[in-house]
């Protein structure tokens, strides 16, 4: 932007991406057994992963390992056992959740001016590197004029390559995992089975700030976590099955326990003692310690019956009642009904003479569940917030209001359909329609300052999902060396609030507002308006007419310069018009070739990312080329404004400027894989043998190149894992 400017550094040494990254390296192994007879079986199972991702310090890798054992005892009794263990250990960079933290290096490598070094150069002789005692290259932090190297106004102090580097941030996991049935038959109808299941993980987290850079230094602090978790479940079923005729049902009578407790503690330190040591123990001063535990409890009565007539037509009846302890003792119980029928029609005779059709089903079903996920476990509780003390003096805060009257959101689904063959099923599909309603929508609805706290959990309105999905196959060819075989699917449907509470009649949350007649996915922003020709200003749509900041257009709109006075509304949605994804298959003798696109047509995207790249503010911050088309003298049509710094929060703020069309095509994987055939593979003293290969997220073409909107629904992108491309080989061996 300055034609003036030279580069005082090396060109390698400007790119904040690569010392970051790298090409990963995922390796995995699964290897099972399974055997058995008429009266039992069994099935045990390992598996390894070892996966490096293409960020520095992001690895995992996990084993697991599996038995699983049924046995018909007698003739009446039978009973099994599955067992399984999973370790999992992983290395972290700290990336989620902190979106916008200097230690995010994507936020971090993104933001940077591309005229800044990675590493330092020695002041004292020019175009060589700063160099430690032990002869290493020593970053640049952007602070380092003690040594007679200029400050960086652009993350001063800051350093995310060094800080992923010299930071630590370690979790394991081990989860045992147990199940078991018994089941007896008896008076030749009845079935009753009682089966239990229990979880058992512990979590152990370790992270460490480093004293050096970043929120560690200069003392370095850890924190270590743990936790434990157990959750069981027992259900009681008795089932009724008999066949009268053309006539068959099939009932059932169930009950179950839910059990979940959790506790954990967590402590953290600062002042680190020697190198090398990232336990608590290794440092003097204690500034956390917390303990806790979490109970949730939940108990569910259900029935089904099922009833089919001459496999032609068939009638599903359900009902279940559930209590939870999330809910008030007088409100915790919610009764929710099902109901389904189908209609076999190809089975009917008229269709004697149809030969084209090959299949031909109706079907309906309506049904009802309650949720009580994502309010807490005590939600209806008045709770305090504990840990505020002030010294020995004992300190608290109000934590939640509670609410007595909180009771099941209830979600209620129709759905009808029609499933078909053609052609002795060379064409197969199903077109369905859906329309979910919920109620009772549990939300934090936020409150007044006064109240003492922020938010208050509530059943605050109803709203409504409908749309239409298609699944389409189709074999336009199939001989008996070679098949060509395209699957396709599509949906697309609408999101509607239909009643909010009549205390809070909207609810603005970040780039959406909540009311009756719009969606939990349309925008609601400032309406952007332009530049104008004439000076460069940014300007919006005007709430009024203010002498210093508003003018009136040539076609008779109120604009103004200034963001404060610029008026909301609603432009678009996160919603697309319609999404799918289409696969071609092909098979010739032992080759398979798989092709999968997805698509999504319509739709907007907030690109925030794109919005910090285009600001005017922040010297030495890395600009989009984009800058590039600004405003510079008096005539200039663009729809980029004039570069200025002290208005750049005018120019650059949040409104429907950023939203982007959100269609995109992803070509998403191509496997290609080849079976040797039979008489070879016994020759090899083996039962099957097959080599495959494959690769994943191959292109990505949508309106900005970079833009990443797939990973976050709602429609706002961030600074958090890219989907990568991924190329995966392997060998199947069947003994």
Excluded: C
């Excluded at 990963?24 to 057994?33: K, P």
């Excluded at 500034?287 to 569910?300: I, Y």
């Amino acid at each position: 932007m300055n034609p003036s400017a030279q580069l005082v550094y090396k060109e390698e040494d400007l790119d904040w991406e690569k010392p970051i990254t790298r090409e990963g390296v995922r390796n995995e192994l699964n290897v099972n057994f399974s055997g058995g007879d008429e009266r039992s079986n069994y099935f045990a199972s390992f598996a390894y992963l070892d996966d490096k991702g293409f960020l520095i310090r992001s690895d995992y890798e996990r084993y697991n390992a599996r038995l699983q054992y049924n046995n018909r005892i007698k003739s009446w009794f039978s009973t099994g056992l599955n067992l399984a263990y999973t370790y999992t250990k992983s290395n972290q960079s700290d990336v989620e959740g902190n979106n916008t933290a200097f230690v995010n290096p994507f936020f971090f490598s993104r933001g940077m001016g591309p005229i800044y070094p990675v590493y330092a150069y020695d002041p004292n002789n020019p175009g060589q590197y700063l160099l430690d005692a032990n002869g290493n290259r020593q970053y640049d932090f952007g602070n380092l004029n003690a040594l007679g190297l200029p400050n960086r106004p652009q993350y001063g102090g800051r350093h995310a390559i060094a800080e992923t580097e010299l930071n630590e941030n370690f979790f394991r996991r081990n989860l045992f995992s147990g199940r078991t049935y018994g089941e007896v038959s008896f008076l030749e109808d009845f079935k009753f089975r009682v089966n239990v299941g229990a979880d058992y993980a512990n979590d152990n987290g370790n992270t460490f700030g480093n004293p050096i850079i970043g929120d560690g230094a200069p003392a370095g602090r850890a924190t270590v976590n743990f936790t434990n978790q157990l959750t069981l479940n027992i259900n009681q079923q008795l089932t009724y099955k008999k066949q009268f005729g053309k006539h068959n049902v099939d009932v059932l009578l169930g009950h179950e326990n839910y059990d979940y407790r959790d506790n954990f503690i967590t402590g953290s330190r600062s002042q680190l003692i020697l190198d090398g040591n990232i336990e608590l123990v290794n440092f003097t001063t204690t500034t956390n310690l917390n303990s806790g535990a979490d109970f949730n409890r939940q108990e569910g009565y259900f029935s089904r019956v099922n009833y089919d007539y001459d496999n032609r037509y068939f009638i599903s009846l359900s009902a279940r009642r559930d209590g939870s302890s999330r809910f008030y003792q007088d409100v915790r119980w919610g009764t929710f009904f099902g109901g389904s029928a189908a209609w076999q029609v190809h089975n009917e005779a008229f269709m004697g003479g149809l030969d084209m059709i090959s299949k031909l089903k109706l079907r309906a079903s309506y049904g009802q569940t309650g949720n009580n996920a994502g309010i807490g476990f005590y939600a209806w509780q008045p709770l305090f917030s504990l840990g505020w003390n002030n010294a020995t003096e004992a300190g608290i805060l109000q934590g939640s209001l509670g609410n007595a009257a909180l009771s099941w959101e209830s979600n209620n689904q129709f759905d009808l359909a029609l499933e078909f063959g053609l052609f002795r099923d060379r064409v197969t599909g199903v077109v369905e329609y859906f329309n979910r309603e919920s109620d009772d929508l549990l939300f934090s609805v936020p409150l007044p300052l006064s109240t003492g706290t922020s938010s208050q959990t509530r059943n605050i309105g109803a709203m409504y999902n409908r749309g239409l999905e298609l699944q389409l196959t189709v074999e336009p060819v199939r001989t008996r060396n070679f098949s060509w075989t395209i699957d396709m699917n599509a949906t697309t449907y609408k999101n509607e609030i239909t009643r909010m509470p009549e205390s809070n009649k909207e609810i603005i949350s970040g780039t959406k507002k909540l009311q009756v007649g719009s969606s939990l996915y349309d925008y609601w922003l400032r309406e952007w308006y332009g530049v104008n020709p004439n000076n460069g200003d940014a300007e919006y749509r005007a709430v009024n007419f203010v002498a210093t900041n508003s003018r009136i257009t040539e076609t008779g709109d109120t604009v103004t310069t200034s963001l404060n006075n610029a008026r909301f509304h609603y432009n678009g949605s996160a919603i697309p018009d319609f999404t799918g994804g289409l696969t071609n298959t092909f098979e010739y003798k032992g080759f398979s070739l798989s092709v999968l696109f997805i698509f999504q047509v319509g739709g907007y995207i907030y690109d925030g990312a794109y919005q910090s790249l285009m600001a005017s503010s922040g010297y030495g911050s890395a600009k989009h080329v984009d800058i590039l088309n600004r405003w510079q003298k008096a005539g200039d049509v663009t729809d980029v404004p004039r570069a200025d710094v002290a208005r750049s929060v005018d120019f650059n703020g949040t409104s429907d400027r950023w939203l982007t069309d959100a269609t995109s095509l992803n070509l998403r994987n191509i496997s290609v894989s080849y079976t040797f055939p039979s008489n070879l593979v016994k020759r090899m003293k083996i039962q099957g043998l097959q080599v495959f290969a494959n690769g994943e997220n191959l292109a990505l073409w949508n309106k900005r190149k970079g833009m990443d909107g797939l990973g976050s629904f709602d429609g706002v992108t961030s600074n958090t894992y890219s989907f990568y491309r991924n190329f995966v080989g392997g060998l199947s061996l069947t003994f």
